[in-house]
Every structure is written in structure tokens, then in C-alpha cells.
């Protein structure tokens, strides 16, 4: 069974930073390039990032670029987001999730999503 | 960045009503859009992808259709556990991209 579960969030000062982790079990995590995305409360989806299946093709949204950071370590089977200076707006459920295929992919497998609070 | 316009953004139906949900993109990204349902409090799940294809295991009431710019998805006969939010995305290019939702209400 496909598993992905996300921890890291939590409450966090405007300007300050956290590190989300994505755990995956149940296939070949090797094999998929992965993703973030987010959604703030009562908003819907926004795509934030995603990396190749070797960590050699990075992607961001605008307005994550040049604050966050995506990586992998296929030996952990396991995805991060650092995320620096953080704003407000980035308040949000930050889910990872798997593609189905290739790169260029929809998403087939989500986590349960960690909730990250930007607030003084 | 292609955008993805969605309408409408909520309705109201009863079970058993067909239902039609669209997704613009403003740009062609030919087949590479998806369809996602999500419930309160839950991580949104695949129905559709590449425009068409159901996903396994998703109940055959659920169809998808469209290329280019203009994509459908349909529910012939809406059930109770089908009053949710809808998404579609695109996946032809960076940054991918999702439409605002369409939220499936109990008339």
C-alpha cells in the first residue's frame, strides 16, 4: 500500500523558517518525481515545487522561488521543503504527492497534509 | 503561467442529476489536464487524467473530456458521496496549475 506522510509544520514567525518532510512507503520512491502542493484555509489548490526522481530537474512556483527548497534522499525514501522567510501568506496545508507517470505527470497519490501557520 | 478557469465555481443538484463541470485553459495544453475530487478535511484524490482516462478503481459515472483549451467533467448520475469540490490541472508545463474549484452542493 502507497503511503506518504508529511510532518514539519507547525506554528512559525513571519521571517522565520521550517522544514517539511514527506515519508514514502509502498513503492518505488526512486522511480517518481514528487511535489508539493499547498492550500490555504478555505482556498483552493496551489502547486509549489517539484523535483525529478533523481533531484536533477527543480521546479518552483513564483512565489515560493528563492525561498524554499526542495530535495530528495532516494535512500530514505523521503522528500523535504525547507522553507525560509516566510510570510504570511504562506499559511497554508502542505501536502507532497507522487506522480502517476512519468515527468509532466498528475498527481496519483497524496499524503494526509501537514498545516503550517505564519504568525506573530 | 496558463491559467486555468473553471465554472462554475459552485452548484447546487440532487442526487441523480447529471452534472457538467468546465475547465479553460487560456493557453492549448492539449491532453495533459487532470480532474480531482477533494472532502472537507481530506487530501484531494485523482478521478481523471490526461483529459480522458479514468482513474482506476473511480466509478464509472465520472467522465472526462476535451483537448486543447476546453475540457468537460461529467457526472451522469451524481451520488450522495459525490457532493464535494472539484479541481482540474494542468500538467503540460511549468508551473503546473489548477483551476479554482467547483464545490458540488446537496440541493
Known amino acids: 500500500e502507497v503511503q506518504l506522510v508529511e510532518s514539519g509544520g507547525g506554528l512559525v514567525k513571519p521571517g522565520g523558517s521550517l522544514r517539511l518532510s514527506c515519508a514514502a512507503s509502498?513503492?518505488?520512491?526512486?522511480?517518481?518525481?514528487m511535489n508539493w502542493i499547498r492550500q490555504a484555509p478555505g482556498k483552493g489548490l496551489e502547486w509549489v515545487s517539484s523535483i525529478s526522481s533523481s533531484g536533477t530537474y527543480i521546479y518552483y512556483a513564483d512565489s515560493v522561488k528563492g525561498r524554499f527548497t526542495i530535495s530528495r534522499d532516494n535512500s530514505k525514501n523521503s522528500l523535504y521543503l525547507q522553507m525560509n522567510r516566510l510570510r504570511a501568506e504562506d499559511t497554508a496545508v502542505y501536502y507532497c504527492?507522487?506522480?502517476?507517470?512519468?515527468?509532466?505527470?498528475?498527481?496519483?497519490?497524496w499524503g494526509q497534509g501537514t498545516l503550517v501557520t505564519v504568525s506573530s | 503561467a496558463i491559467q486555468l478557469t473553471q465554472s462554475p465555481s459552485s452548484l447546487s443538484a440532487s442526487v441523480g442529476d447529471r452534472v457538467t463541470i468546465t475547465c479553460r485553459a487560456s493557453q492549448g495544453i492539449s491532453s495533459a489536464l487532470a480532474w480531482y475530487q477533494q472532502k472537507p478535511g481530506k487530501a484531494p484524490k485523482l478521478l481523471i487524467y490526461d483529459a480522458s482516462y479514468l482513474e482506476s478503481g473511480v466509478p464509472s459515472r465520472f467522465s472526462g473530456s476535451g483537448s486543447g483549451t476546453d475540457f468537460t467533467l461529467t457526472i451522469s448520475s451524481l451520488q450522495p458521496e459525490d457532493f464535494a469540490t472539484y479541481y482540474c490541472?494542468?500538467?503540460?508545463?511549468?508551473?503546473?496549475?489548477f483551476g479554482g474549484g467547483t464545490k458540488v452542493e446537496i440541493e
Open positions: 504527492a507522487s506522480d502517476y507517470y512519468g515527468s509532466k505527470s498528475p498527481f496519483d497519490y
Open positions: 490541472q494542468q500538467f503540460n508545463s511549468y508551473p503546473f496549475t
Open positions: 509502498g513503492f518505488t520512491f526512486s522511480s517518481y518525481s
